[in-house]
Antibody, heavy 118, light 110 residues
């Protein structure tokens, strides 16, 4: 059974940093691209970042480019999102999502809440 | 990248059919057949319902179907059931090698 479990969320002050993790199990993690998608309270889904299966390619939404860094540890089936210079507008539930074989997000974690507030 | 445009809400009675539209541009929906749809119940993670415009993952009811014309994709749910009440999001790959989602549509089953 595919499982994605996010952790690392919490309360952080504006300008602060946080690192999110996503532990994957139940599939060949190193064979799939992975993504982070966020959802502000009461708002819609917003794609944040993507990383290819071998970590060769990464991409970011303009709103986080230069502040967030996606990475992965294929040996330990872990996905990360390093978030720096956090702003109030980064407050959201952050989901990790597996990118399936045809440009889709076929499995999602339950999310971890990041709150940026003084 | 601007969000895809979806109606904020739709409603229908049990047994009826409803359609949710998703309008993008020539850079995303109009360029690729990589449109997917996600169902999200309150407090839950999104669930993939349709991918590649028209395909359903294993286990998803055939009451859910997708289509596309130009830069507008659509999700149709037939034979509405109470359990279909949820938020629905479309998503598309873009020519910038990024992703974009719609703003979401709240489906109410009357």
């Amino acid at each position: 059974e595919v499982q994605l479990v996010e952790s690392g969320g919490g309360l952080v002050k504006p300008g602060g940093s946080l690192r999110l993790s996503c532990a994957a199990s139940g599939f060949a993690f190193s064979s799939f691209a992975m993504n982070w998608v966020r959802q502000a309270p009461g708002k819609g889904l917003v794609w944040v970042s993507s990383i290819s299966s071998g970590a060769t390619y990464t991409s970011y939404a303009d709103s986080v480019k230069g502040r967030f860094t996606i990475s992965r540890d294929n040996a330990n089936n872990l996905l990360y999102l390093q978030m720096n210079s956090l702003r109030a507008e980064d407050t959201a539930v952050y989901y990790c999502a597996r990118e399936g074989y045809s440009y889709l997000f076929d499995f999602w974690g339950q999310g971890t809440l990041v709150t940026v507030s003084s | 990248q601007s969000a895809l445009t979806q109606p904020a809400s739709v409603s229908g009675s049990p047994g009826q059919s409803i359609t949710i539209s998703c309008t993008g541009t020539s850079s995303d929906v109009g360029r690729y057949n990589y449109v997917s749809w996600y169902q999200q119940h309150p407090g839950k993670a999104p669930k993939l319902m349709v991918y590649d415009v028209t395909n359903r993952p294993s286990g998803v009811s055939n009451r859910f179907s997708g289509s596309k014309s130009g830069s507008t994709a659509s999700l149709t749910i037939s034979g509405l059931q109470a359990e279909d009440e949820a938020d629905y999001y479309c998503g598309s790959y873009t020519n910038s090698s990024t992703w974009v989602f719609g703003g979401g549509t709240k489906l109410t089953v009357l």
